[in-house]
Nanobody, 114 residues
Framework: QVQLVESGGGLVQAGGSLRLSCAAS????????MGWYRQTPGKQRELVAT???????NYADSVKGRFTISIDNAKNTVHLQMSSLNPEDTAVYYC????????WGQGTQVTVSS
């Protein structure tokens, strides 16, 4: 069984930066996808960014140019570097992984104050 372990998040002022990380709890080999989604109260969970084990990336238009996703295949870890944050980025951020099964992390709060 594999789980996702998230770290990072917190409170930051507008214009600031934060880094989120998410690691698989055990070694995963082969081709896979990891990434981040986010959700605010009353809204559907939305894509932030994903990356494959071959480093193919996909970003939501709202974060292009501000967020950078990267992957460490040796550690099965995905990082999301978030810059130029604004209050609209406030949400619970969920790590996502598609291995032989789809998994979600428990979520981490990101709050951007104006």
């Amino acid at each position: 069984q594999v789980q996702l372990v998230e770290s990072g998040g917190g409170l930051v002022q507008a214009g600031g930066s934060l880094r989120l990380s998410c690691a698989a709890s055990r070694r995963v080999v082969g081709t896979y996808t990891m990434g981040w989604y986010r959700q605010t109260p009353g809204k559907q969970r939305e894509l932030v960014a994903t990356i494959t084990s071959t480093s193919s990336t996909n970003y939501a238009d709202s974060v292009k140019g501000r967020f950078t996703i990267s992957i460490d295949n040796a550690k099965n870890t995905v990082h999301l570097q978030m810059s130029s944050l604004n209050p609209e980025d406030t949400a619970v951020y969920y790590c996502y992984a598609k291995f032989w099964v789809e998994l979600w992390g428990q979520g981490t709060q990101v709050t951007v104050s104006s």
